[in-house]
């Protein structure tokens, strides 16, 4: 944090006032297959506030990704070099398909082509940043219904939840948070400490953790409990 002095009104004195440091720009990458598009939008973000267009296949990842689809090829072909960003599809009708592979690839906001000015990719982005999702409503019912097939066909019958919690990993998570210990959250749940220990490892080992700490850590900031 800066600071800077400001002249006060009442006798002249002079008053230090905290400035607050801009925050760092949000590194964008932009991909098209259509090398006219991608030059359009990129004359578009280039040298706007609060953005930094970026090589995506340069050294500095990019924290949001800006995508066209096209119809004639397979959105994957361009996401894949987008993995940990955020996404932005540009696209007329997104089929079923590609809508779920745009959101296997990170998919955060839809914005639709003829809505595509240049002023709203920026909220888009920056909404993507923040972690703000938009999608149009015709798309938004698709997808929860899809939900809910996953959950009713792939999910459910392996005892796992879309938080991608089983039940009990979630409840021995939630009473991990309140403090308990192995032998506390048997008794609570009516199982046998080995049972805790191995819903713990395996909970671990899943989803690549330390501990127990990092495991509650990583719940709360996921908002898995």
Known sequence: MSSRIAWAGEGGRPQLHAVSAPRPAVKVAVLATDRFVRTGILAELRDKPGVQVIDPRGEVRPEVVVAVADPARDLREQLSIAAGAKLVLVADQAGTAELWSAVEHGLAVLVPRAEATTARLLQAIADAHAGRGDLPPEQLGPLLRGLSRLHQDV????????????????EVLRLLADGMDTAEIAAEMTYSERTVKNILHNLLSRLGLRNRTHAVAYALREGMI
Not at 155 to 170: I, K
């Open 155 to 170: 999910l459910a019958p392996r005892e796992l939840t879309l938080s991608g919690l089983s039940r009990r990993e979630a």
